[in-house]
């Protein structure tokens, strides 16, 4: 979902807030001119932000493959963020960290800098209606999508996502399943993909090229501790149209049952329902953690 623009709304930009009008970017930035990002969206707890380790370490990783210079480090990031709750007054939100490839140096003997900013807000903004009910619909999206070496990261060049998801929200749904030309099923414009069959839970694999969702890594980690078999492997349109189950998962949603895919009607969503429990129960876990610590 795209951040709605607030007059007046703090956002933190290169080591300091800003606010409304002064919250710019150069257009020397490759972030601005090129679409050279990354960006991390996760969800705040009470103040917390589920997950932060995780989310840094596939921003710096990413950073690192794709030859940015090194962003600022997740320390700052972490102040950033807390000061930003604090600005806007926010415990439960949606916090998106972006870095860019910066401003190039050479020309003027300085290092090229990277760019970062934080921002946040309020959770309800995000929900998709879906969520908010316990179960989402989702269609397949009707252009053909190929991940590429950019789509196992998290880059701001999302404009072939939007396309997919502009689909979805035409037809009411709450998510579009983006499927590769060879009709394999590999995930939605802002999610990963599971489906539940012949007992087993089965997710598209990362070789595909798909985004390594935190999400999708948790649960595939709590399908082991509740005993549900679960492996990665290839999904088709066909597969989701017979299998017992079918849920999205990401950062915001947490996991949502797929109660209609296209124009089937899926009543079963008991794994989904476990596998959510267990996942509130770690964020239980990490809260108290961090009020112990
Ligand atoms: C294309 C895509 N796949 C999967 C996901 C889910 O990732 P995560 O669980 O890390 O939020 C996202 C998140 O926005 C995404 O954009």
């Known amino acids: 979902m795209t951040a709605k623009v607030t007059p007046g709304r703090a956002l933190w930009i290169n080591g300091r807030i800003c606010r409304g009008?002064?919250?710019?970017?150069?257009?020397f930035d490759r972030g601005a001119r090129d679409g050279e990002g990354l960006f991390e969206t996760l969800r705040v707890y009470?103040?917390?932000?589920?997950?932060?380790?995780r989310h840094m370490e596939r921003l710096v990783l990413s950073a690192a493959v794709l030859g940015f210079p090194?962003?600022?480090?997740p320390v700052t990031l972490r102040t950033a963020l807390d000061e930003l709750l604090r600005a806007e007054g926010l415990s439960d939100a949606v916090a998106r960290i972006t870095v860019t490839r910066g401003i190039p140096g050479?020309?003027?003997?300085?290092?090229?800098?990277?760019?970062?900013?934080a921002e946040v807000e309020p959770l309800a903004a995000r929900l998709w209606r879906g969520t908010r009910a316990g179960a989402a619909s989702a269609i397949v999206s009707k252009r053909p999508f190929e991940p590429g070496p950019l789509g196992a990261h998290k880059t701001t060049s999302r404009l072939a996502y939007h396309l997919a998801r502009e689909e979805a929200r035409v037809a009411r749904a709450d998510?579009?399943?983006?499927v590769s030309p060879a009709g394999e099923v590999l995930e939605?414009?802002?999610s990963n993909v599971f489906a539940v069959m012949g007992g087993e839970v089965l997710t598209p694999p990362l070789a595909s090229g798909i985004l390594p969702g935190i999400t999708r890594s948790l649960v595939l980690r709590f399908c082991v501790a509740a005993g549900f078999p679960a492996r990665e492997h290839a999904l088709t349109v066909a597969?989701?149209?017979?299998?017992d189950e079918v849920f999205l998962t990401n950062s915001v949603q947490e996991?949502?049952?797929?109660?209609?895919?296209?124009?089937r009607r899926i009543e079963d969503r008991s794994i989904a329902g476990t596998l959510l429990e267990a996942y509130r129960a770690q964020v239980a876990r990490d809260s108290s953690d961090a009020a112990e610590g």
């Open 21 to 27: 009008e002064e919250a710019t970017l150069s257009l």
């Open 46 to 53: 009470d103040g917390r932000p589920f997950a932060w380790t």
């Open 70 to 73: 090194v962003p600022a480090s």
């Open 106 to 117: 050479g020309i003027v003997k300085r290092a090229t800098r990277t760019g970062a900013w």
């Open 175 to 178: 998510e579009a399943l983006l």
């Open 188 to 190: 939605g414009t802002t």
């Open 239 to 243: 597969d989701l149209h017979v299998a």
């Open 255 to 263: 996991i949502v049952p797929v109660a209609r895919f296209q124009d």
